[in-house]
């Protein structure tokens, strides 16, 4: 690889993957913690927190609202809590490219008696909101938005509790509410139609909350209190599975692969990847499993063997969300190829997920059919190398990168460094694994 400019990266074809690679924090969980740990009491040390952008976004936002913290060194963070209470921000609070920043904290700054502004950055700009604005302003907050959409400035106070059944499974919306529900008046009930996520549940009783949840057929409830107090924690956030899985995608392209990947985390909510996979041809096993603050976490090694297809829909393609775009990377290697559907969630994250994935992908030579809700992706296809476009989306940057290593040619791709929004050091990592 050549690193030409800030903003563009030549990968070349790789003969095989091996090595070992140990994650930065999960970008989900880091949001949370240094959410969470600024409304605490006490003080939190947070080591292994994600060194992504979007969580540095999160934690610049809780110093806008009078939250202390550090950086000891080694990547620990330590937050000074200040209880529920957080004081009135004198500058726009902003969220850069993350909308779970802007999501989760607009929950928070809800139940706050004073008025943020909350703003990001053009991707970010043209994301959804009225998912959170909905029912936050049924809980009482007021919130002004540019139809539907960021900025959005919300003046917060006293919330009623809600029992809300969501429209979309979404987790950070989830989040928004049971964070509001803290603030609220009563218990809150947020009913999700399939399983998403669970990291806020887990976190909020790491952090000394009581929450309540119960599956109801495909989705499920939570319940939680409010006027709850929390206390800050000592915890190392597991390695992330979203930013691991450029890493198993790339050993399941080479049959002779092998890949260690430790202290990553298992939750079941997250690893619906590692069955996938394992279907696809992945051999993985996982050792020394444990759990901290609720979280599942293991150590795993992969092999490659012969990639088959797979077809993915409901349930699966809202678990997988954030895979998709690798997955659909690797698709023309298989041996059936992907489809993918219910999945239209992918057209409103940082990119469109669907046109930017088969953009790249025609442009590197593959069949690809576009659909509203997915893609269909033949298999034993062949790649040749091609100048692409991340599409200002780090997902999309390093899930190319991924399909670059089995084209024929240098793949260049414009945009590289919007990686640095979840794993910074992605390209470095990458390259000591692959094999020329
Ligand atoms: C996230 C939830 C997902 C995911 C995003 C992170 C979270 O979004 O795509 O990258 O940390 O809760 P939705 O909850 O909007 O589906």
């Known amino acids: 690889m050549k690193v030409q400019s800030e ?48 969580c540095a976004s999160t934690l610049a936002c809780m110093r806008a609202l009078g939250v202390s913290w550090k950086l000891n060194g080694d990547g620990e ?29 607009s929950g928070i700054v809800a139940g706050q008696p004073f008025t943020s502004e909350m703003v990001g950055d053009e991707s970010l700009s043209r994301r959804p909101m009225e998912r959170v604005i909905q029912p936050l302003s ?25 029992d809300y059944k969501m429209p979309v499974a979404s987790a ?30 887990v976190a ?34 597991p390695g992330d599975l979203s930013s691991a899985a450029f890493f198993l995608c790339a050993a399941a392209l080479f ?13 079941p909510t997250r690893a619906r990847l590692l069955d996938i996979l394992m279907q696809m041809g992945l051999r993985i096993s996982v050792t020394q499993l444990e759990e ?16 088959k297809g797979t077809k993915l829909a409901g349930a699966d393609s809202a678990a997988l969300i954030d895979e998709i775009p690798v997955l659909a990377a690797i ?27 088969a953009a790249n992908l025609r442009l590197m030579g593959a069949e690809v059919e576009e659909l509203e809700d997915g893609m269909k992706i033949p298999g034993g296809q062949s790649l040749h190398g091609a100048e692409l476009d991340s599409f200002s989306d780090h997902r999309i940057a390093m899930a190319f990168a991924v399909a670059a290593l089995r084209a024929e040619g240098e793949t260049l791709i414009r945009g590289a460094e919007s990686a640095a929004i979840s794993y910074p050091a992605f390209f470095k990592a990458f390259e000591t694994l692959a094999e020329r």
């Open 172 to 201: 950070q919306v989830k989040s928004c509410l049971l964070f509001a529900g803290l603030y609220a008046d009563g218990e809150t009930r947020v009913e999700e139609p399939l399983r998403t996520r669970d990291h806020t549940e």
């Open 204 to 237: 909020l009783r790491a952090f000394g909350g009581h929450v309540e949840r119960k599956n109801i057929g495909v989705g499920s409830e939570v319940r939680i209190r409010g006027g709850q107090r929390l206390r800050g924690i000592e915890a190392r956030i």
């Open 292 to 307: 901290i603050h609720g979280e599942l976490v293991g150590s795993l090694q992969v092999e490659g063997g012969k990639l």
């Open 255 to 267: 049959p002779g692969s092998e890949v260690t990947l430790p202290n990553l985390l298992m939750n």
């Open 331 to 357: 698709a023309p290697f298989s041996e059936q190829g992907i489809e993918v559907r219910d999945a239209k969630e992918l057209r409103v994250k940082e990119s469109d997920r669907i046109k930017a994935v």
């Open 138 to 162: 049924a809980m009482g907050a007021r919130i002004e938005s540019q139809q539907g959409k960021p900025p959005l400035r919300i003046t917060g106070g006293a919330l009623q509790a809600i």
């Open 77 to 105: 963070i330590e937050v000074e809590g200040r209880g529920p209470a957080l004081a009135a921000p004198s500058i726009a609070l902003d969220c850069g490219n993350s909308g779970s920043t802007m999501r989760m904290l």
């Open 7 to 54: 903003s563009q990266v030549v990968i070349r074809p790789a003969r095989n993957i091996r090595g070992s690679v140990t994650l930065p924090g999960d970008k989900s969980i880091s949001h949370r913690y240094g959410m969470l740990a600024g409304i605490a009491e006490g003080t939190s040390r947070l080591r292994n927190y994600s060194s992504g952008a979007d």
